[in-house]
């Protein structure tokens, strides 16, 4: 008969009403306060998708989100500049200083999913069941099944005229006319990360895509590869 560890022993000593299922879901299901300027559809969470989820009775492990860490801050800062810059040296630019961009960002990217795996691997190696992760359709970083062409994006932000950069004009041109299939830059990294430590996990999208066009909310499941 194998011997229980003390953690073990005390887990099951020591019961209380948690389910011992978590879940990790992207920062901005959580708080779109931190999504791209145009892009927050509620106040605060994504009522329909955590509801759901707690139903379920899972806890919500919120990630950091990657692009407010690595592009500067809530509003990134760093892709600011672009917007409208058509005709300044910026603008001229562009494709020498993007790709040194995306490898700084996966270069941070990569530190960033090493913490979220060591958090991953703490609830399996506690007994706890880790039910999935969750990322979001149509984010250059998020996305699980479908991502953002962030360069064809910039490209439309930065040739429009400030003047008539409005919601419409990034949620319809910015991100709906910009979407590829595939993953995200951080779920990318995620993924590589995962496979290192040899752990399989459940992948979910929120489309964002639904949020835009207001459709009906829900999880897509990804099958597996």
């Excluded at 008969?1 to 992207?26: G, H, N, P």
């Excluded at 950091?64 to 300044?88: D, I, N």
Aim: charged letters at 25%; aromatic letters at 8%.
């Amino acid at each position: 008969m194998k011997k229980l560890s003390t953690s073990q022993r005390l887990l099951e000593q020591v019961q209380d009403e948690r389910s011992k299922r978590v879940i990790f879901v992207s920062h901005c299901l959580l708080n779109e306060n931190t999504r791209y300027l145009g892009g927050a559809f509620q106040r605060g969470c994504v009522d329909e998708i955590v509801d759901g989820l707690q139903q379920e009775g899972l806890g919500l492990c919120q990630m950091h989100c990657p692009e407010q860490r690595a592009w500067g801050g809530v509003l990134k800062r760093s892709l600011l500049p672009l917007y409208g810059s058509k005709g300044t040296l910026l603008y001229w630019l562009r494709h020498l200083l993007l790709p040194l961009f995306l490898r700084y960002t996966q270069w941070r990217y990569r530190s960033l999913a090493k913490e979220v795996v060591r958090d991953i691997e703490d609830y399996v190696r506690s007994g706890f069941e880790v039910a999935g992760i969750v990322g979001v359709g149509g984010s250059p970083s998020c996305g699980v099944c479908s991502s953002l062409d962030l360069r064809r994006s910039l490209e439309v932000v930065a040739r429009c005229p400030l003047a008539r950069l409005d919601r419409r004009v990034i949620n319809e041109e910015a991100v709906a006319g910009c979407l590829s299939a595939g993953e995200g830059l951080f779920i990318a990294a995620l993924q590589r990360q995962l496979r290192r430590r040899h752990l399989t996990i459940r992948w979910y999208e929120h489309d964002l895509l639904s949020e835009i066009t207001g459709q009906p909310l829900r999880l897509q499941r990804k099958e597996s590869e």
